[in-house]
Antibody, heavy 123, light 108 residues
């Protein structure tokens, strides 16, 4: 069973860039049957999909965040990363990395998740 | 963007009862690309159902999913105490992937 672990700063100042990394263990990040995604959840609120990457580097972004988001992958380190720039208090959330099943149309259901990383945007 | 609306927002039932949770999409969801998740407090969501009706690995058979097009249902046949948490539906496949706002299951 794969395990995913988020890492990165828990506090980011407004207007700065939020950076998180997800390390995958117990499975291959280059397995062509899966995608790798980021999802966030503001305190007490619902889940929001941020974006997803395939091992080849193909990316899919939520249009509402696309102008501020970059997701990248380092297969040699078994890691994929999230950068969200120009953050505000509205970006305060628990950020999850997760694995998508593959579908013919693109990223599928999310079958394995990291434990989540709380990121607070505040000065 | 396909908007998912879950109902009810909160459902109050007793252990042993049957729960029926609804997820309605603003447009038809192709290929039944609809998943259900369970989220316990302080934990990451857990995949219960994908493809509208296929149980994920290790999910008890008291959880079942049904529906197609714009109307989908998660049914929990006999509620256990650990089932009283929050449930989300999600549409996947093409971008953007979207989640419903969640249904909270409370003990009556």
């Amino acid at each position: 069973q794969p395990q995913l672990q988020e890492s990165g700063p828990g506090l980011v100042e407004p207007s700065e860039t939020l950076s998180l990394t997800c390390t995958v263990s117990g499975g291959s990040i280059t397995n062509s049957n899966y995608y790798w995604g980021w999802i966030r959840q503001p305190p007490g609120k619902e889940l929001e999909w941020i974006g997803t990457i395939y091992y080849s580097g193909n990316t899919y972004y939520n249009p509402s965040l696309k102008s501020r988001v970059t997701i990248s992958i380092d297969t040699s380190k078994k890691q994929f990363s999230l950068k969200l720039n120009s953050v505000t208090a509205a970006d305060t959330a628990v950020y999850y990395c997760a694995r998508h099943k593959l579908t013919v149309a693109g990223p599928g259901g999310l079958d394995y998740w990291g434990q989540g990383a709380l990121v607070i945007v505040s000065s | 963007e396909i908007v998912l609306t879950q109902s009810p927002g909160t459902l109050s039932l007793s252990p042993g009862e049957r729960a029926t949770l609804s997820c309605r999409a603003s447009q038809s969801i192709s290929s039944n690309y609809l998943a259900w998740y369970q989220q316990k407090p302080g934990q990451a969501p857990r995949l219960l159902i994908y493809g509208a009706s296929t149980r994920a690995t290790g999910i008890p058979d008291r959880f079942s999913g049904s529906g197609s097009g714009t109307d989908f249902t998660l049914t929990i046949s006999r509620l256990e105490p650990e089932d009283f948490v929050v449930y989300y539906c999600q549409r996947y496949g093409s971008s953007p992937l979207t989640f419903g706002q969640g249904t909270r299951l409370d003990i009556k």
